[in-house]
T-cell receptor, first 110, second 113 residues
Framework: ELKVEQNPLFLSMQEGKNYTIYCNYS?????LYWYRQDPGKSLESLFV?????AVKQEGRLMASLDTKARLSTLHITAAVHDLSATYFC??????????FGKGTKLSVKP | EAGVAQSPRYKIIEKRQSVAFWCNPI?????LYWYQQILGQGPKLLIQ????????DSQLPKDRFSAERLKGVDSTLKIQPAKLEDSAVYLC???????????FGPGTRLTVL
């Protein structure tokens, strides 16, 4: 059974600090996504990672993919309050279906 | 470019009643998905359409849930009869093709009393 495991599931950070969210998946995939969900809102695509070694950055967030280790990371640099949200790591299946991790609820405190 | 539209945004019904949700995907997107998101959990795929054909409905409780995508554009998801455990947000998403990233609608929050 395909598994997508994120950790930590809850993360409380101080503003200005750095941290990394990890995502392990159990079956080889060439596609890995990171989405953000604000409370009561829908999901917003952050990154699409399509190949081994892919690294993408947007503002204070940087995502990477290591297909050999079946690991993706989402690194947060100098966190700010606006980054508070739930972040989902999502595995892309061969037919376009998505398998979601449980999500990491990030809270950035002043 | 208009996003994925869903209606209604909120619905409250009693158990054993029926309910229907509507989704209008982004124009030109061939692939349409319905997800169920229970509070505190990640979304779970219910059904995936490619144009008007079903690609994956393995997690759709077919005894009470049905979905259709006539003409390969809009889609409706129906629950009949509803149970208390169906209380969730129902998300619709679309993508140009199955391999591309998905764009999510705002969701319909269903409360079953």
């Amino acid at each position: 059974e395909l598994k997508v495991e994120q950790n930590p599931l809850f993360l409380s950070m101080q503003e200005g600090k750095n941290y990394t969210i990890y995502c392990n998946y159990s079956t080889t995939s060439d596609r890995l996504y990171w989405y953000r969900q604000d409370p009561g809102k829908s999901l917003e695509s952050l990154f699409v990672l399509l190949s081994n070694g892919a690294v993408k950055q947007e503002g204070r967030l940087m995502a990477s993919l290591d297909t050999k280790a079946r690991l993706s990371t989402l690194h947060i640099t100098a966190a700010v309050h606006d980054l508070s949200a739930t972040y989902f790591c999502i595995y892309g299946g061969s037919q376009g279906n998505l398998i979601f991790g449980k999500g990491t609820k990030l809270s950035v405190k002043p | 470019e208009a996003g994925v539209a869903q209606s209604p945004r909120y619905k409250i019904i009693e158990k054993r009643q029926s309910v229907a949700f509507w989704c209008n995907p982004i124009s030109g997107h061939a692939t349409l998905y319905w997800y169920q998101q229970i509070l505190g959990q990640g979304p779970k795929l219910l059904i995936q359409f490619q144009n008007n054909g079903v690609v994956d409905d393995s997690q759709l409780p077919k005894d009470r849930f049905s979905a259709e995508r006539l003409k390969g554009v809009d889609s409706t998801l129906k629950i009949q009869p509803a149970k208390l455990e169906d209380s969730a947000v129902y998300l619709c998403a679309s993508s140009p093709t199955a391999e591309r990233e998905q764009f999510f609608g705002p969701g319909t929050r269903l409360t079953v009393l």
